[in-house]
């Protein structure tokens, strides 16, 4: 199994929620709305579930082996990662922008 596309749909900063995440799988398979979740210790990946008739949320698609997990996490947290470093980039280009601007 190989991701070839993770995609940060949606981030937040408020809240637990960090990012709504879709990947692919091998060029054929999308899964959407895979969560980015921060736990008391660390980042962690939920993946999507949906609430049954006893209102227990069960997990719709999820990995099988440890192996599968790990890929999965490591594949989605290092696109989060990398995601929020251009943000921040970004906003830090555009205060620099915005402060050049107003000296002038």
Known sequence: M???DVKI??????????AVVSVTINDMLAVHDI?????DERLFVAMPSRK?????????VHPISPSARK???ESI???YEKQLAMLEAEEAENAAA???????
């Open 2 to 4: 190989e991701i070839t």
């Open 9 to 18: 749909r949606k981030i937040m900063s408020d809240g637990r929620l960090r």
């Open 35 to 39: 969560k980015v979740v921060q736990g």
């Open 77 to 79: 947290l290092e696109a």
């Open 71 to 73: 890929l999965f996490e």
């Open 98 to 104: 915005a402060d050049y601007e107003a000296e002038q």
């Open 52 to 60: 049954d008739e006893n209102g227990v949320f069960r997990d719709i």
